[in-house]
Every structure is written in C-alpha cells, then in structure tokens.
C-alpha cells in the first residue's frame, strides 16, 4: 500500500486545526499546507509552524514553496524557516519545492505583488542553486562560503542545525525534462501533480535513467503523485459528486483533469491506486473533494488506510 498524504489548503484557521488533527489521529502518512499570495491561503510558513504543533506523526511540510527569485523565498531564509519548523515538529519536516507553473495566469499572480516571475529556464536554475545553498547552510559547521549566478554567501553561519540530520528530506514537484533533469541531481524525492498512471510511469522512467546517470539509486528516492479524490459511499452514484467537482472548479465535465481524479468506492479506489503503484508511486497526496468538511478524509481512511 501507497503511503497516503493529504494536501489542504485555505484560510478557515478552526477548520484547519479540526483537520490537521483529524487527519494526524487517522494515520495520515503527510500533510501538506499551501504556499503563495493567492486568497486561498494564509501565509504557508506560518501555518507551518502551527501545523507542526498540532499534529504529532504525519511527516508535515508545504505542498510546495517556491524559490524562483530572491523577492518570493531567498534560500537563505528558507533554510532558517525549514530549521525552526523541523525544531516545532520534532523532525517531521518535508521541504518541498517546486518550479512554478508554465502559463501567463502564473505570472500575472506573482508580478501583480510586484514578484518577478523568471523564465522557465532560468526559474529551474535557479531552484538548483538554491538547493546547494540551503543544504550548505544545513550542513556546514564553520561559516559558509557559496558564489553562484544568483546569490553570494561569505561566512554564513546558520544556527541551529537541524533535527533531522544532515537536514529535512527535499522533494522537488517537477513535470518537463529540465526540472527532472534537477531533481535527479539533487532531490531526495519528486511529485507529479495531475497525472494519469500511464503519464507519471513516462516520467518515472525518464527520471529512473536520469538517477541511474547520476550514480543514484532508486530505491530509497520517493516518487508521490498529487490527485484530487471523490470518495463515495458504497452504493452511491458518482455522477452526481463529479458535477459537483467540475462547477467547483470551473470546468467542464470532459475537462483532462478528471482523468486523473481518484474518484469512487472503496473497491475502485483501491483499484487505481494499484494502478499508480504499478507506475512506480511510493506516495499519494490527496486533495479531498469536500474539504474542510472531514467525510472524505474519514472515509478513506476506514476503508483503506492500514495502521
């Protein structure tokens, strides 16, 4: 069995709390909180640290931050946020990051707060540096010294280390061949987001021979996919749950996305999540469908969480 997480999201800080402890007693294996300007969410370090207290197993972490440009996350600071919520958490932090997405909608959402949004190229090379300095930062006992296209550190002292030694786990969201390409580099574990089994199996494989070029193993490297999931009742019509989801989202009911939803009882579940397995998954984050209400949440997990 796929080890489950669940992503949330939003700015109900009383729904949070229910939630997060909800899911942590459930046996939830992660849970994520969004990072970004958008309405949708409070301040995702923040929240971190209020997530790391309430909750007392699930590994915790954002379901991404982003580190494209020094004005959204200079490395410098996220190595001293990761530090902190590592401490509250008891070294239960994921530090997750992720690339950005390759449309206008996402620059015009980072440039109308006066944040720079790179290219796409320019955006990867830029995470690649970051990840050497924050695990620089991390692991260095003396001052730490980096000179590199974007940032210069001379004698940087970050104090105190982490928990979790040499550091929290990175995991890199990455979908084109560039990012992968850096994530076979340097990550300790990638998520694709909104895949079918078929399309995530391409990428595991490109990214496999990409590990394999590196001298890494695959074995211990964490390979999650990010779905959204409609968990029925047994007996009860999907039909109805999908419309639903699709007037919620804005999109039409043949729209791509929904090939990719977990949606139905327990048995189809189950069955596609074999499928995902099959492809190479060792994790799910799930963005349950009625979130913050807890049905889905408490659903799935009676039917199919083992603990």
Known sequence: ??????????????????????ADDLGYARITYGDGLGVWTHDGWTMLGALAVLTRRARIGPAVTYAFDASSHHPSW???????????????LDLRLGVGAEDDAAARGWSRFGIRYPPAGERIETLEETIQVIRGLWRTAVGFDHRGPRYALRDA????????HPGPLIWIAAMGPRALAVTARHADGWEASYVTPEGFAARW?????????EGRGADAFGRSVELDAIVTKTG??????????????????????LDTVLAGDGDAIVR???????????????????FPETGMLESFAAKLLVR
């Open 1 to 22: 069995m796929l080890a489950i997480g669940v992503q949330t999201w939003g700015t109900d800080v009383a729904a949070l709390r229910r939630y997060w402890k909800l």
């Open 236 to 257: 009860e019509a999907l039909g109805p749950r999908l419309a639903r989801f699709c007037a919620d989202r804005g999109i039409a009911t043949d729209h791509p996305l």
């Open 157 to 164: 002292r970050l104090e105190p280390k982490p928990i979790q």
């Open 272 to 290: 596609r999540i074999a499928d995902y397995e099959s492809a190479g998954a060792t994790d799910l984050m799930l963005g349950f469908a009625d």
């Open 78 to 92: 996220l190595a001293k946020r990761a530090v902190a919520v590592d401490h509250l958490s008891d070294g239960r």
């Open 205 to 213: 494989q490109r990214l496999n021979d990409q590990l394999h070029a």
